[in-house]
């Protein structure tokens, strides 16, 4: 159901300078769908990302284009799948790859109207220096190169080193800092403000004031100070008088990371989680307020997908879009300002580089998985026969309904397959890293073991 409003909105589609809308973006990592309150989290109080909802919209069905972290972050700075990019896992400090420089991302986009941009907190898209921020459309940056829980997490600062001492514990309040430090410096100008928590991944840590806040231990104390954070950039904005002319949107790159337990998030009755194409995994909890903009209390429950944002940005600041390439996104400004639909109601679903799964309405369907044991860095997912679900009855994907709807699934699935097959050649998956080669020691064992 969508709220309907009696009065339609003009698009604030920006006209001049003055006009033009400043864009904070907070993205969280491995956050899930049921950790927020107005989500139905009852153990975590939210009331910051709760106000972005209240006074804003609400996005019940709000896709990921990935369920790990490097591909959904190139799918929402460029608004493609990371597919057309070959990017179908998470870079590591090994990866000599990144999101490839050619490449159009939001920054760039807003660089044609002369916006600051900055990126504070996770990057995750390649960290030699060719495919860091400041390459891709960033004025500054300032965070972490890759994932928290991974070998040498250093502080960098624009494409250099700033800290190799990393205290995570202080980590939410310092990027808090440097984000309203942002706001401040760049107040008087239009401003794109990106910033990627490093949290709720793990190893997770939350600051002495928010130690024992929540009712769900030590995740739900990092999500409250994450709260915390997105209030003091409200208050930021407010302070300054720009909370009238600035789009805030707040969501999580992918779902929960089950396999952590209480150290993982919830995925609030959806099935699954991280790394798997399951809504647990795919569907993520997020919220945008344009104050006397987006109407206050919208609810849309249809599908959006987290590459939508580029074409509705591009839009709202009046640039074309690229016409060398596909641009996977639907502008969802008709969503935001009036009681608009997206343009196209579907979703492939791919876990690696491998089709799983498509959505189209209130109909999804999945391809046949042989099952995986569990490992400690996925939780196990018992094998499936093809599954059909009724989203609008089944958000929990509890009832596969493929046997009495055999004709249905089938419709679906051509329709699938036609959606993949006008991707057109997609490049090779990226090399993420090689493996070691420990032949000198085979070398070394044999050659000792016929010594005399």
Known sequence: MILVFSC????PK????KTLPNIVYIFTDDLGYGDIGCFGATDIKTPNIDRIAKEGIQFTSFYTASSVCSPSRAALLTGRMPHRMGIHGAFFPSSFTGMPPDEITIA???KKKN??????GKWHLGHHKKFLPLQQGFDSFYGIPYSNDMKSVVYMKDNEVDSFHVDQRLTTKLYTQKAVE?????KDQPFFLYLAHSMPHVPIYASDEFLGTSQRGLYGDVIQELDWSVGQILNKLEASNLLENTLVVFSSDNGPWLVMEDHGGSSGGLKAGKFYTFEGGMRVPTVAMWKGKIPAGKVYNEMAVQTDWFPTIANLVDVPLPDDRTIDGKDISNILFENGKREDNSLLFFEGGALYGYRTG?????LPFKGFPGAHWKIPL???????FNMKKDAGEKQNVFAENKEQARVLFKEMNEKYQAMGELPKGQIIRTVEDNSHY???????????
Not at 14 to 17: G, L, V
Not at 115 to 120: C, H, S, V
Not at 382 to 388: G, K, N, R, W
């Open 108 to 110: 760039e986009v807003l």
């Open 14 to 17: 920006a006209t001049s300078k």
């Open 182 to 186: 942002f706001i401040q410096n760049k």
């Open 8 to 11: 339609k909105q003009d698009s």
């Open 382 to 388: 018992a094998a499936h026969d093809s599954l059909l």
């Open 362 to 366: 209130d109909w999804k369907v999945k």
């Open 442 to 452: 085979e070398y070394l064992k044999n050659k000792n073991k016929f010594k005399d």
């Open 115 to 120: 916006y600051a941009t900055g990126i504070i």
